[in-house]
């Protein structure tokens, strides 16, 4: 079955950098393609990232333009999210999803704090 499992997330300080991972298994990785999602407190979920599979073409919130970079490796079966020059309002539990033949699945998600 699909599996999905975020980590590296964690506390920074404001203009610092965290690398998500999210590690992907139980579907053909290279032929579809992954977002990163991310829920504040008393928010509702917002897309962050996407990348494609067929081309590596991305698309990223305006939010995070020039600071966020949403990368994959097939071989690895991993996307990843990295996130420079982080701000307070970058705090929120980010989360890996994958869309396929009309359902969604979603990792557990990782928590990223930025505060001093």
């Known amino acids: 079955q699909v599996q999905l499992v975020e980590s590296g997330g964690g506390l920074v300080q404001p203009g610092g950098s965290l690398r998500l991972s999210c590690a992907a298994s139980g579907f053909t990785f290279s032929r579809n393609a992954m977002s990163w999602y991310r829920q504040a407190p008393g928010k509702e979920r917002e897309l962050v990232a996407v990348?494609?599979?067929?081309?590596?073409?991305?698309h990223y919130a305006d939010s995070v333009k020039g600071r966020f970079t949403i990368s994959r490796d097939n071989a690895k079966n991993t996307v990843y999210l990295q996130m420079n020059i982080l701000k307070p309002e970058d705090t929120a539990v980010y989360y890996c999803?994958?869309?396929?033949?009309?359902?969604?699945?979603w990792g557990q998600g990782t928590q990223v704090t930025v505060s001093s």
């Open positions: 990348i494609s599979s067929f081309d590596g073409g991305t």
């Open positions: 999803k994958l869309s396929r033949l009309g359902v969604d699945y």
